[in-house]
């Protein structure tokens, strides 16, 4: 019988191995035998918390989604300004949070894309996201254009995060994160002025 309060454990140990493994050999390789060698434990052990291999990857990707939220959060909590240029450039920072650039995270990013094309579960949570991003960029910029105007700016900025951030994880060399962020403040700040 299991200990009372391993779930929670036993869970963390294995999105970390999985983030590890990921890192190590790529999602096609990182096999259950190996995510489950880096945590500890049995290969039972993931099939008995995530069924397979792609219950593994989507409570990997809540993870990673869930640590993204928070570095959002976090920033624009600390905010003393509440305009929607210091908003938005809280949601900026917080793509860019170290949670989100780190190697491991990033290569089970690039996994999750390709493999959500496949997977219905795993596209539904790009699709979450994907929204989250664009309609918390669209409210802030809702605050000083017009509607139709906010919804391009935010288009046009998730768009430009995304695509700041898909270099960086496929540059080959260290992400310049303040050059993105750099890249994403003019581009939000052109959108304000109009």
Not at 12 to 29: N, R
Not at 96 to 104: A, H, I, L, R, T
Not at 132 to 145: I, K, T
Not at 170 to 182: C, M, Y
Request: charge should be positive.
């Amino acid at each position: 019988m299991p200990k009372i309060g391993m779930q929670p454990i036993r869970r963390s140990q294995l999105i970390h191995a999985t983030l590890q493994a990921v890192d190590q050999v790529g999602m096609s390789d990182a096999s259950i035998a190996l995510i489950a060698r880096l945590a500890g434990v049995s290969n039972g052990i993931i099939s008995h918390y995530f069924q397979d291999k792609n219950g593994l990857l989507e409570a990997t990707m809540r993870h990673l989604m869930s640590a993204l939220s928070l570095a959002v959060r976090d920033r624009r909590q600390l905010l003393g300004d509440d305009s929607a240029g210091a908003q938005i450039r809280a949601i900026i920072d917080g793509n860019f949070d170290d949670s989100q650039v780190n190697g491991p995270a990033m290569k089970t990013w690039l996994a999750f894309w390709a493999t959500s094309m496949h997977q219905p579960s795993l596209s539904r949570l790009q699709r979450i996201n994907d929204h989250r991003l664009y309609s918390n960029l669209c409210c802030q910029f809702r605050r000083v254009l017009p509607l139709a105007d906010a919804r391009s700016a935010a288009r046009g900025l998730a768009a430009l995060i995304d695509g700041l951030w898909l270099r960086g994880a496929l540059s080959g060399e260290a992400f310049d994160i303040k050059q993105a962020l750099q890249i994403a403040y003019d581009y939000m700040d052109q959108q304000l002025a109009k």
